[in-house]
């Protein structure tokens, strides 16, 4: 595209993002029996719904899409005999006028749909064919005693074409293309790998993305047989967004103009998390926090994890374990930490508020219209769901969650059980079925408490940890994790393809439990000699001879994720408690995190900005390295760290791939090597693969405590062999002040390889006269 077109498409894109909203559609077509309505929001994303009803096809998009963004001004349309075209400088829909009337053969009698067809094809700004839809489908059946439809809509799929996202799977050991794979896009906390979460959005290779708009049940089958479909259990209609792009930032920044911003978190959710299932007194969670001071390991935040009420849904905090919580949350701030408690959904009939939530009908209800009271059918047998559909409900929960436990001084809130486990499929939530709203659950209610946080404390930024996502989850100021998963060397190895298909979904604040959380067999696998003595942690580990292995590549591998927390169902959790050697290393990446801290912060500012996750996959970065598309054991962590995490036991070596395009510096070694190639790299126990591409600039931060101390940067490390530029950012780390502009210092570096030099643009005019001293230039 020449220099010209693309300035007017920037220009055009950014408008968009500020323009007033125009909800109305572009039009509403008649297909002769199927209505199709389209409408934009921007010029790089078109919205399609289809029914055979046009009042169906009118209505609005569903939960997790801001329909006040919607935007048609860069859209004109035009019509012929072969449909109607609407165009922008990004984009190009056709939906193809109905075919003409005749009469039906006997096939057509006896196999073809009584549907009206609908076909339209999508084109990027080059004009070439993106995406091809061939069919839809509207399947009538009842589900929940209500006559609906399974609805539906077919791709053409060509051979070289290469699917992510849709949410979190974790059936995966590796391979990151969905290509040639069914996903059940559905929440579930059971699923036989570790828990499904759904977030409908789906990146192809090809330069767009499709988001589905349906909360229920559904089925992705990407690119079988010719063919890529979406299935949904209910519905009345057919509704997706299609975005176009050159580019992640160009597609990640519209799907953020579609579902909302992702906000930069509290900078405390960049350092260290200890959590446990869980601490059992206020006087052990102040011990772990007064050793981790006294060991001098930095640490953010100590979470206090569930049963720490009297009941479940007492909304409480027993007196006889926590007796002085304000005090306890007194300390640990003098200490320069934060708190985070868990606050679960559901409510057991023993407790004070059951009867007060059914009467006023704010829980999850049967056909019968009888309050569902726990599973028999599951390990859930006890405690009723709140109906965080229900605005009402929502706001219910919210006061009394704050009334009654945040404001004895913690920080923020931990909403587990957000799938939610109580499945709802076949029960009934105030605004209908669990089946047609199965996904739904965790954006309300995570929303609700969001929303009420700011409205509580509005210049204090939302943190909450929630177990599962849906569309527009982004926005709440969540951070996710992949829910219970096993502490085996498997359950890492599916975290890798996990986590990055789940950030390529547009959830880029992902993260597990390091070590795994499910209770720790006291039983070894070890097929390879040990690299860490055991024989120091047998108070924690029982007989599992090689879990402080484990437990410390997981930590190594959690230094270079978004979140980085310590959990489990274990006796100890914290850092000291697998032995000395297994404690020296996560000790030393424990002060590593905390050096990357200015760097990571600058990402989460560029994530704030585009909608772009600084966890990404590699085909994100080398679009054209066809070795990467299909690789899910390594990734990109912000544009300098390619970070290939050691996932098997006893494993001392291993090939890594270096994508074309670059060269590349082993981080401990300052090796250089050339890219578009395998290599094989060692891997002693405190080592896993981190390379560093070259044209790299990475500042590192002072040694803290944590982020509650002012970090100053002491190292500015330049990785040579081309241009390069890094956008520093700072902030209060606390309030939204950002929103609006204030309080931030920008320091853009770069890098010009021709003359060995790093100039500075911006910021601190102290800190550019300190930059000479602060450079480090490696491999020299």
Known sequence: MPTSKMALLGLVLSFAVVTAANATPITTLDRKGAWVSVEAYGPNVIHVTIAADKAEALKAPGYGILADHADNAAFRQTSDQSGDTFTSPALTLHVNAAPPPHAQGAMERYFLPTLAPVNLQVKNAKGETIVNMTGWEMSPHEVAGEATYQVGATFTAPADEHYYGMGQNQESLGALDLRGRTIDCQHWYDAPTGETVCVPFMVSSKGYGIIWDNPSATRFVAGIRGRTSFQSKVGERVSFFVITGDNPEAIYSAYARVTGKTPIPPKAAFGLIQSKARYDSQAEVLRVAKTYRQKGYPLDVMVVDWFYWTLMGQLDINPKEFPDPDGMNQQLHAMGMQSIISIWPRFERAGRYFSELDAKGYLLKDKNGKTVDGLPFRSDRTGALIDSTNPAARKWYWEHARDNILSH????????????DLVPDGFFYSIGSGDRYHNVFPLLHVEGVAQGMRAWKPNKRVLILSRAAYLGSQRTGALFWSSDIDPTWEALQRQ?????????SGIAYWGNDIGGWQFLPQTSNATKPLLLDPSGARDTVGQNNDYPELLTR??????????????????HTEIWAFGKPAEAIMARYDRLRYQLIPYLYSQAKITYDTGTPFMRPLWMDFPNDPNVVNLGTQYMFGPAFLVAPV????????????????DWYNFWTNEKLTGGRWVKVATPIDQIPVFVRAGSIVPLGSDVQSTASKQS?????VYPGKDGDFVMYDDDGTSYDY???????????????????LSVAGGDKAFAKTLQGLTKVMGK
């Open 409 to 420: 001084g913690f920080d923020y809130p931990w909403l587990d059980e957000t799938e939610p």
């Open 496 to 504: 890798i393809p996990t986590g990055l298909n789940m950030t390529a």
């Open 554 to 571: 997981w930590f190594e591998y959690g230094t270079f994720l978004p979140t980085l927390r310590l959990h489990g169902d274990r006796k």
């Open 647 to 662: 996932t098997e036991q006893g494993q001392t070596e291993k090939n890594v791939y270096l994508p074309a395009g670059s």
């Open 713 to 717: 940067i002491t190292e500015i490390r």
């Open 739 to 757: 929103e609006k502009g204030k309080g931030a210092t920008v320091t853009k570096l770069h890098w010009n390889d021709a003359s060995g030099a």
